[in-house]
Structure formats: structure tokens, C-alpha cells
């Protein structure tokens, strides 16, 4: 997940990624995830710029029925690195690497990329049925006697 500016040739080039990012994302979302794909290099004078699309998978909690599962989710990147080092340019929503020479490590900014990316409570399955409100069972795996509104008379009647 680097780039040589040293190396790296004018004009247009791939580069190929593929590796694991520490997400540490809490609450039942990945802790890491694998990510690969080909990204577009392309090298001005003054700045590289990276985009393209990476997929990644990690394990999380579904969203419906809290069991583990792999979520497989698309990360568009654009990262830019600027040789101007100097410069107080912030561009839109593109990630910023003030770096004139030397490897340009790109794994902060793809994990960024990553994080920002994922997916709001995805589910193990499309049709996945979650967990009854009533009784909390897995409702992919077995049925219960609750209907849909009404509460477990158990709860009934706590504060
Ligand atoms: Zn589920
Ligand atoms: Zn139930």
C-alpha cells in the first residue's frame, strides 16, 4: 500500500492493492478488514493522485439478527498527494498526503476510506427477519407465538 514518488512514472499507471486494515471499529462492526483492487495513479508535476474502487470484507454483527457473518462493502478512494508541501490546499472530500519525495504510505488514508465506506447496520442476508421484539428470538432459525405489535406479557407492566 505504498507509492513511490521517486519511482513513480508520469502520467497514468494502476496500482495493484491488496492487504488487511486494522479497522478497531466497535459496537459489532469489523475489527479488520481484507481489502483489494486496482486503483488509478495519476502523476502531475505537483501532485499524484489516487482513485479508484477497492472491495473489502470483514466480519461484523448483523444489523438484523446480530449473528456474525462476512459484510463485503465498496470503498471509493481519493487520496491526493501533494508535493507543493507548503500548501494550505484542502480539497473537497479528497484525503490530503503533503509528501514530496520518498514512499507515500497509504495505508492511514485507505483506512479512512475504508471506515467512512461501511455500510449502516448491514444484514447477513437480504431478507434477513432479525430477532422477534417480543421474545428476542432468532427469527431466521425458529418461529415464537408472538404476533407483530404485541409485547411479551412478561415485560407488560414494568416501568
Ligand atoms: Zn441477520
Ligand atoms: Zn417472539
Redesign the pocket.
Known sequence: MKLDLDRQETGHSDLAICGTLKLGLPDGRPSEAQVEGILEVQNLESRVLVNGSLQAEGLAECGGCLEEFTVRWDVPVEVMVLRDVDSDESEGATLLILQRKGEVNLHDSLRECTILAYPQAPLCKPDCKGL?P??G?DRNQAT?D?SENEIDPRWEGLP
Open positions: 422477534c417480543g421474545c428470538i415464537c408472538c
